[in-house]
């Protein structure tokens, strides 16, 4: 019987939440008899564990501007289509925008695959981002709508796109899944910094990028008021990005430094989550925030901006959790007050979020993707 040849294409597999999906997905095609998995990355860089069966193919290992990745895209393209051809690869599922040129450019250049392309944030964020968001928009108008499907990880990310272009492909919404089990079995395990949780404090978590466009800084400022009648609030974050430096010289500033723990990328952040009493999420973009469901799987409460995308449709207009808009510290502040202070049922809340992730259940969302290869 002839096998399923699946190529699974992304650029890196470095921390972050299309990286962790694509991870998910190799784990469970992997397991499946009818498929053989082959799987690409455009640079090296891995930072998470996937099976031992497949061996990843890596196409460059030096490091590029964003101009020379963009002028490059036709030849890894012909590289692709050349894979495909000896391969006899049946479908190419790309993740993120660069793997998705690459993916229906080698169609376009004459291979003989079912292109499957992931979008996981808002197309309408290239619209800030100067020369480079023009080009990319510009790829985005001229090549989208050749691939054979588009899977949004949101309703939202497919509504932006189909708002920026004429769309006549195949689409579909498919959610990020999360690993319940895996949350589960992680929970009670420190793995890596043993950082010390009292019983007199309460803990505020933060899990992401330290980046622009995650907002730490609203956070941070946020975190600086509500501690000035309550002695007992702490701020972690989890994570590392360009900012690091710039957020601790501002809690210095506001003399909160001994108060705010950064704890640097993590294996296993379900243990700090489970062990925290208020999750917020500052993001101004999101696709599908993962986080969010993994806050919401290990039990605490969760406040999140009501970014473009993602959180609004994840607490379903806060039946799950509090949304503030973008920026707003005062009532990401006054937010915050309620769930720290106020008279909830936390355990109610609980039992609500594990029943609103089963939405999200690894193998439910794992079937939705092999029923479109």
Do not use: W
Not at 307 to 317: A, T
């Amino acid at each position: 019987m002839h096998k399923n040849n699946v190529l699974i294409l992304c650029a890196t597999m470095q921390k972050g939440g299309a990286e962790r999906v694509i991870t998910l997905l190799l784990k469970k095609l992997a397991d499946d008899q009818n498929i053989k998995v082959h799987f690409m990355m455009m640079e090296d860089g891995i930072e998470y564990d996937f099976p031992k069966s497949i061996t990843p193919i890596i196409l460059s290992n030096s490091k590029k501007s964003g101009i020379q990745k963009l002028l490059e895209l036709p030849f890894v393209a012909l590289k692709l289509k050349k894979y495909i051809k000896e391969n006899s690869i049946d479908t190419v599922m790309s993740f993120l925008y660069r793997p998705n040129y690459i993916n229906i450019l080698a169609k376009v250049f004459g291979g003989n695959h079912k292109s499957i392309i992931n979008i996981r944030s808002t197309t309408s964020r290239y619209k800030n981002e100067g020369f480079l968001g023009k080009i990319n928009l510009f790829l985005i108008n001229s090549l989208f709508d050749k691939s054979d499907l588009i899977i949004s990880n949101s309703k939202g990310v497919d509504e932006d796109l189909k708002s920026l272009i004429n769309i006549t492909t195949n689409t579909k919404v498919i959610y990020n899944p999360v690993d319940i089990d895996y949350v589960n079995s992680k929970k009670g395990i420190c793995e890596d910094l043993d950082f010390e949780f009292k019983e007199n404090k309460k803990y505020i978590i933060s899990v992401g990028r330290l980046i622009p466009l995650k907002r730490n800084i609203d956070l941070i400022k946020t975190f600086f008021e509500l501690q000035k009648s309550d002695n007992s609030l702490e701020l972690l974050f989890l994570g590392d990005g360009i900012l690091k430096n710039d957020l601790i010289i501002e809690c210095e500033k506001h003399n909160i430094k001994e108060k705010v723990h950064f704890l640097g990328n993590v294996k296993n952040p379900f243990y700090y989550l489970t062990k925290s009493d208020l999750f917020v999420l500052n993001s101004e973009i999101e696709g599908f925030p993962n986080v969010l469901v993994e806050a919401m799987a290990c039990g605490i409460p969760v406040i999140s901006s009501d970014c473009k995308s993602g959180p609004r449709e994840i607490l379903e207009d806060e039946k799950y959790g509090l949304l503030y808009p973008v920026g707003d510290m005062d009532t990401l502040k006054e937010k915050m007050k309620s769930y720290l202070y106020k008279n909830i049922d936390r355990e109610e809340i609980r039992k609500k979020n594990l029943k609103r992730i089963e939405d999200f259940n690894i193998e439910k969302i794992m079937n939705e993707f092999k029923s479109v290869l």
